[in-house]
């Protein structure tokens, strides 16, 4: 069982080769996007994340900053009161849970599944990416589950 507990960096599906898409934080209440690893977006490309004690496969995802941690940045749902998950992710000053789980994908090291917590039936919910290069949920009916592949992120 892989249990993530440090600083990492979130690279979009899909994965291959050299360079990728990071999720990247704009600042409080803006929406997470993705974006290459580049001097300019470095130091918003990190996220802390960390497990929430007796509880499986959940976690904090939050925007780690070298000098000061009061600054907030947790990805939290947009709409994060509506029943059903839906729209971009933004950073926001209170923290929120996620589940992220391994996708078992032995070709690739170090993917993951991460899920919005939600009693929403009839569709799998998966944080992955838009045209727009706007970190978003994706929803996937049940029915066509595995057929479409959820979104993944390779976390290191």
Do not use: C
């Amino acid at each position: 069982m892989v249990e993530l507990n440090g600083n990492y960096t979130l690279r979009a599906s899909p994965v291959g080769g050299v360079g990728g898409m990071f999720a990247t934080s704009n600042g409080t209440f803006k929406i997470v996007t993705v974006a290459a690893q580049v001097p300019p977006t470095f130091d918003r490309q990190t996220w802390k994340i960390t497990p929430i004690k007796h509880k499986k496969d959940t976690y904090t995802i939050v925007l780690f900053h070298k000098d000061d941690v009061t600054l907030g940045g947790s990805w939290a749902l947009d709409g994060v009161n509506e029943a059903v998950p839906h729209g971009p992710i933004i950073t926001a000053a209170e923290t929120f849970e996620w589940h992220i789980t391994p996708t078992g994908n032995a070709e690739i090291p170090n993917t993951f599944n991460i899920q919005p917590i939600t009693k929403a039936v009839g569709a799998s919910y998966y944080v992955g990416t838009d045209e727009e290069n706007q970190v978003v949920i994706k929803i996937i009916p049940i029915l066509e589950h595995p057929v479409i592949l959820p979104p993944y992120w390779q976390i290191q």
